[in-house]
């Protein structure tokens, strides 16, 4: 964790420094993935594709709404902030090789693309995936006080940019991550030169709202949206910004939630179909079904109306017996 108070001022910002030249730069190709990636870690990049609840995978997918990971504890009722070196990948695909988020467990999410990141925000019941109970939340990044990452070997993967071999994507080297147990959000910032800027890890104390202004509230939904401005980053009239650091007198305002558009709205049953769960939260869409999501809604109608196929046969040929016999007797 980052040291706060005002005195340590200077030793934080040794201890970052060291971590900024400590943090690894080694890209990995999803597609081929060696067990370990980091020193002294807990669980495996090496996870194949089936889904199971004691899983020790430490490789998040970022995609979209329908396909996306989050870091939780290996151990139930556990404090996140106290294992963030050892969490492991929970997502709403069946076939990462992670453990899955089960029944209830998100109850809203709201994923955005902007020119410089994606971002999904939302609740849940974060019990499900082993957070104790009123725990107020820790983050997770890619470069922890050691420089090694919270957790160690953590990888993030997306396919929103680069869809790579297999749509797997691509490794993304700047994100963040909040947990705690009834909020989340997650950062994932495209790879260029202010990457690191728009996924500063400094703020860990700071909470999702502050750090990624966006839409917590009910509803399942995907939108397009502007950047905004940087965490931690303040433009001032003559054109200069000033910096906050994380520690140094009063924590400023969050900036405002970025304009969003072209929003697709789902119906969570549809949405995370293919993981065979249903969130508790459903939204129905205002219009027709979007297309984003048209897949999983044909399979779905396919799978009615083959039964609905299948009932009319049968009482058509319970029927023609009924005829025959009449006819006979």
């Known amino acids: 964790m980052i040291l706060v108070t005002p005195v340590r001022a200077a030793l934080a910002a040794l201890t970052l420094s060291l971590s900024a030249r400590a943090q690894y730069t080694a890209t990995y190709d999803p597609n081929n993935l060696p067990p370990t990636s980091e020193a002294d870690q807990a669980g495996t990049n090496q996870c194949g594709t089936t889904n199971n609840a004691t899983s020790k995978c430490q490789n998040l997918y970022v995609n979209s709404v329908q396909d996306f990971c989050l870091w939780g504890p290996q151990v139930a009722n556990s404090v996140i902030g106290n294992v963030e070196q050892v969490v492991v990948a929970y997502c709403s695909n069946p076939n990462r090789g992670t453990r899955s988020f089960g029944d209830g467990t998100l109850i809203s999410a709201h994923f955005v693309e902007t020119p410089d990141y994606i971002q999904i925000t939302g609740s849940g019941n974060f019990v499900n995936i082993n957070i104790a109970s009123g725990d107020a939340g820790g983050e997770l990044d890619p470069h922890g006080a050691d420089g090694l990452g919270n957790p160690h070997g953590g990888l993030v993967f997306s396919n929103v940019w680069n869809s790579g071999t297999n749509n797997l994507g691509e490794q993304i080297h700047e994100w963040t991550?909040?947990?705690?147990?009834?909020?989340?959000?997650?950062?994932?910032?495209?790879?260029?030169?202010?990457?690191?800027?728009?996924?500063?890890?400094?703020?860990?104390?700071?909470?999702?709202?502050?750090?990624?202004?966006?839409?917590?509230?009910?509803?399942?939904?995907?939108?397009?949206?502007?950047?905004?401005?940087?965490?931690?980053?303040?433009?001032?009239?003559?054109?200069?910004?000033?910096?906050?650091?994380?520690?140094?007198?009063?924590?400023?305002?969050?900036?405002?939630?970025?304009?969003?558009?072209?929003?697709?709205?789902?119906?969570?049953?549809?949405?995370?179909?293919?993981?065979?769960?249903?969130?508790?939260?459903?939204?129905?869409?205002?219009?027709?079904?979007?297309?984003?999501?048209?897949?999983?809604?044909?399979?779905?109608?396919?799978?009615?109306?083959?039964?609905?196929?299948?009932?009319?046969?049968?009482?058509?040929?319970?029927?023609?017996?009924?005829?025959?016999?009449t006819v006979i007797f």
């Open 177 to 325: 991550n909040f947990m705690s147990v009834s909020e989340y959000c997650i950062r994932v910032c495209k790879p260029g030169p202010r990457a690191a800027a728009w996924c500063e890890h400094i703020y860990d104390v700071t909470g999702c709202h502050w750090n990624m202004p966006g839409n917590y509230g009910d509803g399942f939904d995907s939108c397009k949206g502007d950047s905004g401005i940087p965490m931690g980053e303040y433009p001032q009239p003559d054109g200069t910004t000033s910096t906050f650091h994380q520690g140094e007198g009063a924590t400023p305002p969050a900036h405002p939630a970025p304009s969003a558009s072209s929003c697709q709205t789902y119906q969570s049953s549809s949405l995370y179909a293919a993981a065979a769960f249903t969130p508790t939260t459903t939204v129905v869409p205002s219009g027709s079904q979007p297309t984003a999501t048209s897949n999983l809604s044909s399979n779905n109608g396919g799978v009615a109306a083959a039964g609905l196929e299948l009932k009319f046969t049968v009482i058509t040929a319970l029927i023609g017996m009924f005829i025959a016999v």
